[in-house]
């Protein structure tokens, strides 16, 4: 990959990232989601058991996974729609800070240039997408 496009996608992802920064999106409650939802909505551990087709002890399995951080994604998703909520996920840079910070001296000047994001690029009749 070119030096001057690296340095573009890392300005590109750190403005997609600047706006998951801004939404100041809720700490996970210590039971985690799909216990603080489920419980809110009135659900027994049974209904959403019916729905993914699994014991109720599965459920409580589930919700213990997700509160000690050892379930996967795929599985929290599926957790997630048998309570009708979608899931999303984001990656944050450790300091809150922007990662075009990185940038060396000589680099800075590529901040003020910096592309925000967009859907895709129209190239030769086609869309690409940059990341």
Known sequence: MKPNFSKLKLCQLDATLARSRAAELPVRPPSGWLKAIREALGM?????????GVVTSTVTRLETSEADDTISLA???????????GLRY??????????????????KGMQSVCIPPQAGVRSRGRSQRLM
């Open 90 to 107: 984001v990656l944050e840079y450790r300091d809150g800070e922007h990662m075009a910070r990185n940038l060396d001296d000589d680099e």
């Open 75 to 85: 599985t929290l998703r599926r957790a997630a729609e048998a309570l009708d909520c």
């Open 44 to 52: 027994t551990a049974t209904q959403p058991a019916k729905r993914l």
